[in-house]
């Protein structure tokens, strides 16, 4: 019975030792984040790991179509304003992006298994040139009537949301537009004598305060 079970034990353990992958020891200390940054100024994203080995090759994939960026402190030289600061001797792999581009937008990946890569989105903001403009209601009108205004925007990067506002509060009868969208429509069915003096307002917002403020324009 022993000696019959001995094959058995090597059989599976030739075949576990053959499945099981060896596992890189490096474990992130530090993660890209996802950032934002105005174009034209510096972008620096994060990445640094523990227990990295001689073995372990630090990459950074980016835009376009994510390709490879970086290994260890070396940059490709096609990435010419791209470079890897902070102390590699302490696992820092940090990514700086000098005058940013919008060619440079998009998902970039910090790794030392591509398996197991950690994400971050860079986006580079343009701001918009002008506020929205505005068509429809250029007469007076009177009660009863009914009411189209139109909210366009142009330019900027990424594209602005456009939201209808009366006064400070949003229209239950408008919604907000998506991304890609760069118009929103107004449209009340009968004034009353109650929108007599109303604020309409179209504010357009990139989702960056902190880069460039929203826009507005009102009728």
């Known amino acids: 019975m022993k000696m019959a079970t001995w094959p058995a034990a090597g059989f599976y353990c030739s075949l576990f030792c053959l499945i099981v992958p060896m596992v890189s020891g490096a474990s992130y200390r530090a993660r890209p984040q996802s950032a934002a940054v105005l174009q034209g100024q510096t972008a620096v994203l994060r990445c640094a790991f523990d227990q990295l080995t001689e073995d372990d090759m630090v990459m950074w994939d980016g835009p376009p179509n994510q390709k490879v960026i970086s290994y260890g402190t070396n940059v490709y030289r096609v990435y010419d304003r791209h470079r890897i600061v902070g102390d590699s001797s302490r696992g820092e792999f940090n ?22 890569a950690a994400d971050a ?48 509060h949003a229209f239950k009868s408008s919604s907000t537009s998506s991304d890609e969208d760069k118009s929103l429509e107004l449209f009340i069915p009968q004034l009353t004598k109650w929108d007599n003096g109303a604020n309409f307002t179209c504010l357009a917002d990139q ?13």
Do not use: Q
Not at 207 to 219: I, Q, V
């Open 95 to 116: 990514l700086e992006i000098r005058e940013t581009k919008l060619e440079d937008d998009g998902k970039y990946s910090c790794y030392t298994d591509p398996m197991a």
């Open 121 to 168: 989105i860079l986006t580079v903001v343009v701001p918009m040139p002008n506020a929205p403009s505005l068509s429809g209601g250029e007469f007076t009108m009177t009660a009863g009537e009914e009411l189209s205004l139109t909210c366009r925007s142009s330019g900027g990067h990424p594209s602005p949301r456009l939201t209808w506002l009366n006064g400070t």
């Open 207 to 219: 989702g960056f305060p902190d880069l460039t403020k929203p826009k507005a324009t009102s009728r």
